[in-house]
């Protein structure tokens, strides 16, 4: 358990997610007779689900920090509809849209954030207000109009890796990208049992090792394949891209950071943090801003894969992000949490949408089978919590790793001797 | 007294997985009379009065229940309070923001054609207040009243019930000294009125005072019960039976090594937070030498935690005036970053709510104060957080299997153990310990004053802050005494007792 709890970063909450998401892949390639394993399905899911995977990372850190953002459906529309205009009144070329509607998002967050942290009102309240004032700027950029955007920011929201280099009859860079990832993955895993022996600990069994090289390696390899097989002119999507450098930017920022420290500090215990020297305020500032900063981008591929901005963009989006976090391991009361559970969290949710979609099952069905799985994933969790145990996954991957043994009672005696006879 | 027994708890045995709580522990209570339970922390007392109050519901354990002279199988708290035994919790379950008699009367209000009987629920309580020696309007609000009036509010509602048998953890853990006096002092008005009590503490002075038998729980067994009248029992008696033989001394030996004042705080006032007018600390000056140990000893709400904390960053209260020296120069510390970089450290009264983040595990604890100095670029190196935390987890002596485990695992002195490593990793020069030894058993405040003595020989000022005299009188080389805000004396070692203290706590400057 341990060496997986190490690779995902989390608790047995999510290496559930992760079987959960492996079944439900499974179940509907069997289900379709094949339809969700194919490089155009799979290309389909990361362009149609990457901007509310990236308000996850953002909301995962609103949420361990101990707050909720309700705008960024409306931010990420806001945002979208002011870089459209300026792109066409002021003929600002693509990347400097970009700039604009970052600044944007982090001028919005620190709004957002100012009120939070410095006056001390509620993020629900504030972002409620939020959400009410930036759909209101959307329609009134706007016009309550839909905004086409110029052919090169649409590469944003719907492009993919160029053909480069010899014809191989893959697509060369994301051959080479499948190529990295294995690479990586097979140096962090040597990495962490040359760290086992550095701090004097004994490293899980060295087939524990090769078998979660190998399982991921595979994983990446036919995600590969997947994407590098489509049609001509297609291969890995530039969104997925985009996403998959910020889930490695802010897993690292969250886990490895000081500042990543503090924002789990605060939302386990605010008072005991402050103590600590941790500077709350700044922390419920900096996640409110980075959230909205995320949500202006999130609205940007958003408008460059609709190819417009319209009033309606990003209608429910705060839910969907939420309800990815939640499944994802977070906990209501804060402090729990990973950038990584959400996205698998994410995921669950993007491909349980395709599938059914796939399947044939109507906007009705799929909503209510999506309300039962979120209830249902966290009354689980809840459930586990409540009465000590461990999940069922938790469990069934109790042979991995060290378990913990119980703690042993104070044997005061034998240390009162020890220090009356040192002292 | 008559000498029929209440209850009686036959060879109770209670497992969790891989340890067992309680083993074979048998218990019985005399109607009217108060009975300590005395043992370590992690002994197994609370789980043997959770088994009682039906927390552990009949079936999950072994053994026999039998209350006034019928086998009881409670299914939960509820029936066990029907049948007269009613639990208080050391983390009292009051409602702040409802009324004292809101409070009594929830989950049991009296109703006339289905509607609250207001003028019956606060009729009553006016009288349940009377008899518990509580002067308060029964429409004041919970969080309006102090711990102390708290916990006789808990008795109140116990009383409601019509108890027979009332079972106090740790009762006086939270009390100053006169609040417990009245608290003790009512239990045995209950005694004479024929009301049993059940009383766990770690105060052995109280409970020489006032037990008539004494149960001492060690590791899960009962090793004996003392007749305090019979058997001539006093403090050193139950230290014996608790830890197995007696200890020649509460405290390490030690010799002081006090250099030069370092740190001084001059005509220090700061405000209530909220109540602006209100001062919390009034023109306190005090210093502390390298290598001392400075108690302060005051009554609950005298200011001492307020003290500490606002000098701490300024991490309570508004503050008005005063500076702060240390080394001879004038420091400002406007906000706790700025104090731990001066080199303060404060170990706060309530570890749960303030103290830690009880969903981390040990080692990031162990390093939370000072991760600048573990952190390459901007990578927290957690080889060197573990190695940090690992070295602390011997050099301290904290039990727990590996600094990977959470710290809500550990029992309430491995958990200050932690607290203090943190600390310490800061390598400040002055640590204020606010209640070091607050909820930890006596083996384990043994180490922690041995501890502070070490701090103190490495030529660190240690300002130690409790409410327990005998633990400054023996720990400080210094104590000053604080009433209401102000100082009100300054005693060394050889010069202050009990007595003085206290004078000086109760007093203010003019008349002491």
Same mark, same amino acid.
């Given at each position: 358990?341990?060496?997986?709890?190490?690779?995902?970063?989390?608790?047995?909450?999510?290496?559930?997610?992760?079987?959960?998401?492996?079944?439900?892949?499974?179940?509907?390639?069997?289900?379709?007779?094949?339809?969700?394993?194919?490089?155009?399905?799979?290309?389909?899911?990361?362009?149609?689900?990457?901007?509310?995977?990236?308000?996850?990372?953002?909301?995962?850190?609103?949420?361990?920090?101990?707050?909720?953002?309700?705008?960024?459906?409306?931010?990420?529309?806001?945002?979208?509809?002011?870089?459209?205009?300026?792109?066409?009144?002021?003929?600002?070329?693509?990347?400097?849209?970009?700039?604009?509607?970052?600044?944007?998002?982090?001028?919005?967050?620190?709004?957002?954030?100012?009120?939070?942290?410095?006056?001390?009102?509620?993020?629900?309240?504030?972002?409620?207000?939020?959400?009410?004032?930036?759909?209101?700027?959307?329609?009134?950029?706007?016009?309550?109009?839909?905004?086409?955007?110029?052919?090169?920011?649409?590469?944003?929201?719907?492009?993919?890796?160029?053909?480069?280099?010899?014809?191989?009859?893959?697509?060369?860079?994301?051959?080479?990208?499948?190529?990295?990832?294995?690479?990586?993955?097979?140096?962090?895993?040597?990495?962490?049992?040359?760290?086992?022996?550095?701090?004097?600990?004994?490293?899980?069994?060295?087939?524990?090792?090769?078998?979660?090289?190998?399982?991921?390696?595979?994983?990446?390899?036919?995600?590969?394949?997947?994407?590098?097989?489509?049609?001509?002119?297609?291969?890995?999507?530039?969104?997925?891209?985009?996403?998959?450098?910020?889930?490695?930017?802010?897993?690292?920022?969250?886990?490895?950071?000081?500042?990543?420290?503090?924002?789990?500090?605060?939302?386990?215990?605010?008072?005991?943090?402050?103590?600590?020297?941790?500077?709350?305020?700044?922390?419920?500032?900096?996640?409110?801003?980075?959230?909205?900063?995320?949500?202006?981008?999130?609205?940007?591929?958003?408008?460059?894969?609709?190819?417009?901005?319209?009033?309606?963009?990003?209608?429910?989006?705060?839910?969907?992000?939420?309800?990815?976090?939640?499944?994802?391991?977070?906990?209501?009361?804060?402090?729990?949490?990973?950038?990584?559970?959400?996205?698998?969290?994410?995921?669950?949710?993007?491909?349980?949408?395709?599938?059914?979609?796939?399947?044939?099952?109507?906007?009705?069905?799929?909503?209510?089978?999506?309300?039962?799985?979120?209830?249902?994933?966290?009354?689980?969790?809840?459930?586990?919590?409540?009465?000590?145990?461990?999940?069922?996954?938790?469990?069934?991957?109790?042979?991995?790793?060290?378990?913990?043994?119980?703690?042993?009672?104070?044997?005061?005696?034998?240390?009162?001797?020890?220090?009356?006879?040192?002292? | 007294?008559?000498?029929?027994?209440?209850?009686?708890?036959?060879?109770?045995?209670?497992?969790?997985?891989?340890?067992?709580?309680?083993?074979?522990?048998?218990?019985?209570?005399?109607?009217?009379?108060?009975?300590?339970?005395?043992?370590?922390?992690?002994? =197994?007392?609370?789980?043997?009065?959770?088994?009682?109050?039906?927390?552990?519901?009949?079936?999950?354990?072994?053994?026999?229940?039998?209350?006034? =002279?019928?086998?009881?199988?409670?299914?939960?708290?509820?029936?066990?309070?029907?049948?007269?035994?009613?639990?208080?919790?050391?983390?009292?379950?009051?409602?702040?923001?409802?009324?004292?008699?809101?409070?009594?009367?929830?989950?049991?209000?009296?109703?006339?054609?289905?509607?609250?009987?207001?003028?019956?629920?606060?009729?009553?309580?006016?009288?349940?207040?009377?008899?518990?020696?509580?002067?308060?309007?029964?429409?004041?609000?919970?969080?309006?009243?102090?711990?102390?009036?708290?916990?006789?509010?808990?008795?109140?509602?116990?009383?409601?019930?019509?108890?027979?048998?009332?079972?106090?953890?740790?009762?006086?853990?939270?009390?100053?000294?006169?609040?417990?006096?009245?608290?003790?002092?009512?239990?045995?008005?209950?005694?004479?009125?024929?009301?049993?009590?059940?009383?766990?503490?770690?105060?052995?002075?109280?409970?020489?005072?006032?037990?008539?038998?004494?149960?001492?729980?060690?590791?899960?067994?009962?090793?004996?019960?003392?007749?305090?009248?019979?058997?001539?029992?006093?403090?050193?008696?139950?230290?014996? $039976?608790?830890?197995?033989?007696?200890?020649?001394?509460?405290?390490?030996?030690?010799?002081?090594?006090?250099?030069?004042?370092?740190?001084?705080?001059?005509?220090?006032?700061?405000?209530?937070?909220?109540?602006?007018?209100?001062?919390?600390?009034?023109?306190?000056?005090?210093?502390?030498?390298?290598?001392?140990?400075?108690?302060?000893?005051?009554?609950? =709400?005298?200011?001492?935690?307020?003290?500490?904390?606002?000098?701490?960053?300024?991490?309570?209260?508004?503050?008005?005036?005063?500076?702060?020296?240390?080394? $001879?120069?004038?420091?400002?510390?406007?906000?706790?970053?700025?104090?731990?970089?001066?080199?303060l450290a404060y170990v706060t009264e309530d570890r749960k709510s303030l103290g830690l983040n009880l969903l981390d595990d040990?080692?990031?604890?162990?390093?939370?104060?000072?991760?600048?100095?573990?952190?390459?670029?901007?990578?927290?190196?957690?080889?060197?957080?573990?190695?940090?935390?690992?070295?602390?987890?011997?050099?301290?002596?904290?039990?727990?299997?590996?600094?990977?485990?959470?710290?809500?695992?550990?029992?309430?002195?491995?958990?200050?153990?932690?607290?203090?490593?943190?600390?310490?990793?800061?390598?400040?020069?002055?640590?204020?310990?606010?209640?070091?030894?607050?909820?930890?058993?006596?083996?384990?405040?043994?180490?922690?004053? $041995?501890?502070?003595?070490?701090?103190?020989?490495? $030529?660190?000022?240690?300002?130690?802050?409790?409410?327990?005299?005998?633990?400054?009188?023996? @720990?400080?080389?210094?104590?000053?005494?604080?009433?209401?805000?102000?100082?009100?004396?300054?005693?060394?070692?050889?010069?202050?007792?009990?007595?003085?203290?206290?004078? @000086?706590?109760?007093?203010?400057?003019?008349?002491?």
């Amino acid at each position: 358990m341990t060496s997986l709890k190490q690779l995902f970063g989390g608790d047995t909450r999510q290496f559930g997610m992760i079987f959960a998401l492996i079944a439900l892949v499974v179940f509907f390639q069997i289900m379709t007779g094949g339809k969700t394993l194919t490089p155009t399905n799979m290309m389909n899911l990361f362009n149609g689900n990457s901007y509310i995977l990236i308000l996850a990372i953002g909301m995962v850190l609103v949420i361990i920090a101990g707050h909720i953002d309700l705008s960024v459906g409306s931010v990420a529309a806001f945002a979208g509809i002011v870089v459209a205009v300026v792109m066409r009144d002021w003929n600002l070329p693509w990347y400097m849209g970009v700039v604009v509607g970052l600044l944007l998002g982090a001028l919005i967050g620190a709004w957002q954030g100012f009120w939070v942290a410095y006056v001390g009102i509620p993020a629900f309240i504030v972002t409620l207000a939020g959400m009410l004032l930036f759909r209101g700027f959307n329609q009134y950029v706007g016009q309550s109009t839909t905004v086409p955007v110029p052919q090169e920011f649409r590469y944003l929201g719907a492009g993919y890796l160029p053909e480069v280099g010899p014809v191989t009859g893959y697509n060369n860079l994301t051959v080479l990208l499948g190529l990295a990832l294995c690479g990586a993955v097979i140096y962090l895993e040597m990495r962490k049992r040359r760290r086992f022996e550095k701090v004097g600990a004994q490293p899980p069994a060295q087939w524990v090792s090769i078998v979660k090289i190998g399982l991921l390696c595979a994983a990446i390899l036919y995600a590969t394949y997947l994407f590098a097989t489509g049609n001509r002119g297609t291969s890995f999507p530039v969104p997925g891209l985009i996403l998959g450098v910020l889930v490695i930017i802010y897993a690292f920022v969250s886990s490895k950071t000081i500042v990543g420290r503090h924002v789990y500090a605060v939302g386990g215990n605010r008072h005991a943090a402050e103590l600590t020297g941790v500077q709350s305020k700044k922390v419920d500032f900096l996640v409110l801003m980075n959230m909205s900063i995320l949500a202006a981008l999130a609205g940007m591929i958003f408008v460059g894969r609709s190819t417009a901005s319209g009033p309606f963009d990003g209608v429910g989006w705060e839910l969907d992000a939420i309800a990815a976090v939640f499944i994802g391991g977070a906990a209501v009361t804060g402090g729990v949490g990973t950038v990584v559970g959400s996205i698998i969290g994410g995921l669950v949710m993007a491909v349980l949408n395709n599938g059914l979609q796939l399947l044939g099952i109507g906007a009705d069905m799929t909503q209510i089978i999506k309300g039962l799985v979120l209830l249902v994933a966290v009354a689980f969790d809840v459930y586990n919590k409540s009465q000590g145990k461990r999940s069922i996954t938790g469990l069934l991957m109790k042979n991995f790793g060290n378990q913990a043994k119980p703690e042993v009672p104070t044997d005061t005696k034998k240390v009162i001797s020890h220090d009356a006879t040192v002292s | 007294m008559d000498n029929h027994t209440i209850l009686e708890m036959q060879s109770i045995t209670k497992e969790f997985p891989g340890v067992k709580a309680l083993d074979n522990v048998s218990l019985s209570v005399t109607a009217g009379e108060i009975h300590a339970i005395c043992g370590e922390n992690g002994a =197994g007392k609370s789980t043997l009065m959770k088994v009682l109050s039906g927390v552990y519901p009949h079936g999950t354990y072994n053994g026999r229940i039998v209350f006034q =002279g019928q086998e009881v199988q409670f299914k939960d708290i509820r029936s066990s309070e029907a049948a007269g035994i009613v639990i208080i919790h050391q983390e009292l379950a009051l409602i702040p923001e409802l009324s004292i008699a809101e409070n009594i009367f929830l989950g049991n209000e009296p109703t006339r054609f289905g509607v609250i009987d207001w003028d019956r629920v606060n009729a009553s309580t006016q009288e349940l207040l009377a008899r518990v020696g509580l002067n308060e309007d029964p429409i004041t609000k919970i969080k309006d009243i102090g711990v102390g009036k708290q916990q006789l509010v808990e008795i109140a509602k116990a009383l409601s019930k019509s108890v027979k048998l009332l079972i106090l953890d740790e009762p006086t853990a939270a009390l100053n000294e006169s609040d417990s006096q009245h608290l003790l002092d009512l239990m045995s008005g209950l005694r004479s009125k024929g009301i049993s009590c059940i009383m766990i503490s770690h105060k052995l002075n109280e409970i020489e005072q006032i037990a008539d038998s004494i149960t001492i729980i060690r590791d899960g067994k009962a090793i004996e019960t003392l007749h305090v009248k019979n058997d001539g029992v006093d403090e050193d008696r139950i230290i014996r $039976g608790m830890v197995g033989r007696s200890l020649e001394s509460r405290f390490p030996e030690h010799t002081p090594d006090i250099g030069e004042v370092f740190f001084e705080v001059r005509n220090w006032t700061v405000a209530h937070p909220r109540v602006a007018d209100r001062l919390v600390c009034k023109n306190a000056s005090f210093t502390v030498k390298r290598g001392e140990v400075v108690g302060f000893a005051g009554l609950m =709400g005298a200011g001492r935690t307020e003290l500490a904390r606002s000098i701490f960053g300024r991490s309570y209260g508004n503050f008005k005036s005063g500076q702060i020296f240390k080394d $001879g120069k004038e420091i400002h510390l406007r906000n706790v970053p700025q104090a731990i970089d001066h080199g303060l450290a404060y170990v706060t009264e309530d570890r749960k709510s303030l103290g830690l983040n009880l969903l981390d595990d040990i080692k990031s604890t162990t390093v939370a104060a000072n991760l600048k100095k573990i952190t390459n670029g901007l990578v927290v190196d957690e080889d060197q957080e573990f190695l940090v935390a690992d070295e602390y987890r011997r050099t301290l002596r904290t039990k727990t299997p590996s600094v990977n485990e959470g710290v809500s695992k550990l029992s309430g002195g491995n958990q200050q153990k932690v607290v203090l490593a943190k600390w310490m990793f800061t390598d400040p020069d002055l640590l204020i310990l606010d209640e070091p030894t607050r909820g930890i058993d006596v083996g384990a405040k043994f180490e922690i004053y $041995g501890i502070i003595q070490r701090l103190a020989n490495q $030529g660190k000022g240690v300002i130690v802050i409790s409410s327990e005299l005998p633990e400054l009188l023996g @720990l400080s080389d210094r104590i000053y005494t604080i009433f209401e805000g102000a100082i009100t004396g300054e005693l060394k070692r050889g010069d202050a007792d009990q007595e003085n203290l206290m004078k @000086l706590m109760t007093a203010s400057r003019k008349t002491a």
